[in-house]
């Protein structure tokens, strides 16, 4: 480090207090000019909008267009869905973001054996078109935006997707929205995979080329650290293992011969803030300057649009408590903040009974009047970049940068992340990390307010609390066995049949799921076509 | 059973990819003296009672966070009875509503824990529950 710092002592402290962050950073009583390098004010910081974006990716930032209110919703049938989605819409929300269950997230029907039980649990539950049709009913897909949370069979729900579109006479031009698609986060933190690496990152590989030539204004990745960071890693750890995952999806598209502006500017992050305000802020200052100077500069990018860092902010799901769950709209109001003023596209805030359900009707639309409140009462979207140029928020981002560029050389010696994570050394890091976070609230020096301190004994749960009735498990067991006997199916075999082949080939494999998804194939059944030619993947077990 | 460490076998039944919190209890269980079989993501339970067999633990511990607890704790309670494991303690934890912890209670599952919980007190749980519960097979 260049810099020096404050030369302070701490006269007086108080016995008992923790002054790390929640990453366990230790942090000093003030900061000063001593604390940063002298051009951190000056030629190291432009104005926002000029490269390197550390005080956001447009002049005006939230003057010019307001973040994008998004709300991740999914539960039940597609009916339901489609009901909370509008629900939404109605209450000023201004894109849609749709949560599947976990039977679709691993590419299994409702009907697979493994499938009892989580049907419409914690998402929407999706076989096929018909599904995708009831999904988005009414819906006009050409003005708002729509964001799916699916990664291992990203490709052939997105298919389906496409091919409701094309039925409603859409033009795939005109479609705009977020694909997640990112099979290494899967690997890394929420284990939701298919095939081993190298078949998955064909097929993102596939993707960034079918979209774009044919997509052009999706966003055919949302390369996350949201996830990691759920699964205990530290604010540091969550910046280099998703700037690090998406350099490797970069280096795979040139490898596939793609060049670089032609698929990067659709490239999109989606990151945590969590409850320590401004760390979380300059985490996400750190990101779009790391991975500016990275494409300009060892990838050779040259239009400025693949420069950008354009990213999601989701608030901590894991900070949220069970215990006094109204508390949560606090802890989600100061994290949603952080989101803003750390400069985010588009923003979900965590519904208040997130610890213990999913979200009810009353508890998802407090959520969003919180982003409300923030965006047009609290002043906080007048002014671009406000704390650009704090001593503490300059060094913090700094040190930030350092950290990730120190774990970025770490990866890097083990010959990139694919080697990594099948070291296991992205995913040791985060467990150790979890468990010392889980001793620091156990030892009491991480305070929980209502948690391991002012704790509540009599309280009473006075929120309401959805639940997913089991017969939806029945009704969509009974709705994907009645497709199989009424849809064409000589024509379903027909482009299975010639999807596994050009599996075999290095064919792209897009067009053949389109395909394959307009006749009406269940998502399980390109799945288990795809198997036959990849493998599935397992993963070593440790804690 | 006296003198050898309290058994422990620790899965995530279903497709619940969740395993933060498996992971620190497990940690926390061996820490505090107990043997911890880990078995990972993506368990059924047939796989989880036949590894309790196998091992021959003291205690099941379950994680779902996905909304499928009362199908897999279910389950996993009426294999653990039909393979002779009936004394044996089940206990677990996630995102399982105090309703849903009742009805699984009256059907033999032990205490369940949520977000915010110590893990400590699960060691504390798990501990008092076996002193207070002698297998049957002890000697």
């Excluded at chain 1, 629900?87 to 697979?112: E, K, V």
């Excluded at chain 1, 009892?116 to 897909?141: H, W, Y």
């Excluded at chain 1, 300059?282 to 990101?287: F, P, T």
């Amino acid at each position: 480090m260049a810099q020096g710092t404050t030369p302070i002592e701490s006269p007086e402290t108080e016995p008992g207090r923790d002054f790390t962050t929640v990453s366990g950073r230790e942090v000093k009583p003030v900061y000063s000019e001593a604390d940063i390098a002298p051009d951190d004010l000056g030629a190291n910081l432009p104005l926002p909008g000029e490269y390197p974006y550390t005080r956001g990716i447009h002049p005006s930032m939230y003057r010019g267009k307001l973040w994008t209110m998004r709300q991740f919703a999914g539960m039940g049938t597609a009916e339901q869905t489609n009901e909370r989605f509008r629900f939404l819409l109605s209450r000023g929300q201004t894109g849609l973001s749709t949560a599947f269950d976990n039977p679709t997230l691993y590419g299994w029907d409702s009907d697979h054996p493994l499938s009892e039980g989580e049907v419409g649990k914690t998402g929407v539950a999706m076989d096929s078109l018909q599904d995708m049709e009831r999904l988005f009913d009414s819906i006009p897909l050409d003005q708002v935006s729509t964001s799916m949370t699916i990664n291992a069979p990203a490709a052939w729900i997105f298919t389906m997707f496409l091919a409701n579109a094309e039925r409603r006479g859409i033009p795939f031009e005109k479609l705009r929205g977020t694909l997640q698609n990112d099979i290494l986060k899967e690997y890394i933190a929420q284990k939701e995979w298919i095939f081993p690496p190298a078949p998955h990152m064909r097929i993102i590989t596939d993707l960034f080329s079918f979209c774009a030539e044919h997509v052009p204004q999706w966003n055919t990745i949302s390369i996350s650290g949201y996830h990691i960071r759920e699964a205990g890693a530290t604010a540091a750890q969550e910046l280099a293992f998703t700037l690090q995952d998406g350099f490797t999806y970069v280096e795979h598209a040139l490898a596939a011969g793609m060049s670089i502006d032609d698929f990067a500017p659709r490239l999109s992050f989606f990151f945590n803030s969590h409850l320590d305000f401004f760390e979380e802020i300059a985490k996400l200052r750190a990101a779009r300057r790391i991975w500016a100077r990275h494409m300009k500069e060892r990838y050779g990018a040259k239009n400025p649009r693949s420069w950008l860092c354009r990213f999601h902010v989701q608030t901590a799901g894991c900070s949220l408590t069970a215990q006094q769950p109204e508390v949560n709209i606090v802890r989600t109001a100061l994290e949603a903040l952080a989101g803003v003023l750390g400069g985010c596209q588009s923003l979900h805030t965590n519904s208040m009974d997130e610890a213990l359900a999913l979200p009810s009707d009353k508890a998802v639309e407090i959520a969003l009047r919180t982003q409300q409140v923030i965006a047009f009462e609290s002043g906080a979207a007048n002014v671009a970049d406000p704390l650009g140029g704090s001593y503490f928020i300059e060094r913090l981002t700094r040190d930030l940068e350092d950290e990730a560029e120190a774990y970025f050389a770490q990866i890097e010696a083990m010959g990139g992340m694919i080697q990594a994570i099948e070291k296991g050394f992205p995913q040791q890091e985060l467990t150790r990390a979890a468990y010392e976070y889980q001793r620091a609230l156990s030892d009491k020096r991480k305070i929980i307010v209502g948690v391991n301190e002012f704790v509540n004994e009599n309280e009473e749960l006075l929120i309401p609390i959805l639940e997913i009735d089991e017969s939806v498990e029945r009704d969509q067991i009974a709705a994907v066995k009645k497709l199989r006997e009424t849809r064409d199916n000589i024509a379903v075999s027909r482009e299975l049949d010639a999807l596994e082949r050009a599996a075999r080939t290095h064919a792209n494999l897009v067009p053949h799921m389109l395909d394959c998804s307009r006749a009406y194939a269940t998502e399980g059944e390109i799945t288990q076509t795809l198997i036959k030619v990849f493998g599935e993947f397992r993963e070593q077990s440790f804690f | 059973m006296s003198g050898s460490p309290i058994k422990v076998v620790v899965g995530k039944p279903g497709l619940d990819g969740h395993d933060r919190g498996a992971k620190v209890v497990a940690r926390t269980l061996v820490e505090a003296g107990m043997e911890v079989v880990y078995l990972g993501l993506r368990q059924t339970p047939e796989s989880i009672v036949a590894a309790a067999l196998e091992e021959d633990a003291d205690v099941i511990g379950l994680s779902v966070l996905s909304g499928a607890h009362m199908t897999h704790f279910k389950r996993v309670r009426a294999l653990m009875e039909e393979k002779g494991l009936g004394d044996r303690l089940l206990t677990g934890g996630g995102i399982i509503p105090t309703k849903d912890q009742e009805t699984l209670a009256a059907l033999g599952v032990g205490k369940l824990f949520g977000p915010g919980d110590d893990p400590d007190a699960i060691v504390d749980y798990i501990r008092e529950w076996i002193r207070e519960h002698p297998r049957e097979d002890a000697v």
